[in-house]
């Protein structure tokens, strides 16, 4: 499997709806928020709570767990290639 990146995966899971009814805690669509607030969050969903109305998909709280299992540590998925950086090339 795929890193999981915030700005591909997590962020896309969460509706305006939902990011609305939040703003008054934190942003749903910030990184640095996000994962400030990641095991709360996931509590909520893991309970079916969150968002407030409807329960997630297991596949959702299945992506978001591994996100933070992970350590939160992709906000987004940038992939160089060690043989293109200026100046070097791989042997």
């Not at 969460?14 to 709360?40: E, G, I, K, N």
């Not at 509590?43 to 297991?58: E, Y």
């Not at 939160?72 to 950086?85: D, E, G, M, Q, W």
Request: overall charge positive; hydrophobic content about 35%.
């Amino acid at each position: 499997m795929h890193p999981i990146g915030f700005e591909e995966h997590i962020k896309t899971m969460f509706r305006p709806r939902d990011r609305q009814s939040m703003q008054f805690a934190f942003d749903l669509w910030s990184y640095d928020d996000v994962t400030a607030h990641a095991d709360d969050i996931l509590t909520r969903v893991r309970a079916g709570t969150m968002p407030c109305d409807s329960a997630w998909p297991k596949e959702q709280v299945d992506t978001f767990h591994s996100w933070v299992t992970a350590g939160k540590l992709v906000p987004a998925l940038i992939y160089r290639s060690n043989s293109c950086r200026r100046g070097r090339t791989r042997h």
